[in-house]
């Protein structure tokens, strides 16, 4: 079946250190992969997205890149701020029947940032 | 733009009780999805509708959980009977349209739930 595995969590860095957080998948054919983050009190917001093989989604400094061969999407960031401080949930996008689409998500890493 | 917008933000209740949740999606979108998300865990998709119609509902407990959108805008989710394992937030979603892997979905700041 379709699925997402992500680094377990919590992840705990200083302010200004290179961020990874590693995503893989399981899917068959060729999903649309996201990345979603969720601040304290906050709804889950869209990070950034790809949708097909070496397509590199970025934004706010983030990005992650859609390798097919090894079937990650990890999350990269060179300078982490405190306001990064969340939790972030990578997900795929499989089509469950014509005109319809299902977000599968990973369990979700939560990031802390220390000042 | 205004966002989705779901009530009430909390919800206390014993088990055995019921309870509902309501969901306002984007002005405009015509799908809207309805997640369950336990703690330490990421949301898991109970529903899907589009416009008024149900496109998913594979993952929903039907002998507790009911959900509707009559109008094709705003959708109310209930349990009844609660059990003491539907602690959870609960987040309603809304997209433009799902024909497309790259449709985005905005979500709201979800109901949480806690069931005693």
């Known amino acids: 079946g379709n699925s997402v595995t992500q680094m377990e969590g919590p992840v705990t860095l200083s302010e200004e250190a290179f961020l990874t957080i590693n995503c893989t998948y399981t899917?068959?054919?060729?999903?649309?992969l996201f990345w979603y983050v969720q601040y304290p009190g906050e709804g889950l917001q869209l990070l950034l997205k790809?949708?097909?093989?070496?397509d590199k989604g970025s934004n706010k400094g983030f990005e992650a890149t859609y390798r097919k061969e090894t079937t990650s999407f990890h999350l990269e960031k060179g300078s982490v701020q405190v306001s990064d401080s969340a939790v972030y949930f990578c997900a795929l996008i499989r089509p469950i029947i014509q005109g319809a689409q299902k977000l599968v998500f990973g369990q979700g890493t939560r990031l802390t940032i220390n000042p | 733009e205004a966002g989705v917008a779901q009530s009430p933000r909390y919800k206390i209740i014993e088990k055995r009780q019921s309870v509902a949740f309501w969901c306002n999606p984007i002005s405009g979108h015509a799908t809207l999805y309805w997640y369950q998300q336990i703690l330490g865990q990421g949301p898991k998709l109970l529903i899907q509708f589009q416009n008024n119609g149900v496109v998913d509902d594979s993952q929903l407990p039907k002998d507790r959980f009911s959900a509707e959108r009559l109008k094709g805008v705003d959708s109310t989710l209930k349990i009844q009977p609660a059990k003491l394992e539907d602690s959870a937030v609960y987040l309603c979603?809304?997209?433009?349209?799902?024909?497309?892997?790259?449709?985005?979905?905005?979500f709201g700041p979800g109901t949480r739930l806690t069931v005693l």
């Open positions: 790809a949708t097909k093989a070496d």
């Open positions: 899917a068959t054919g060729y999903p649309s």
């Open positions: 979603a809304s997209s433009l349209e799902a024909g497309h892997s790259t449709d985005t979905q905005y």
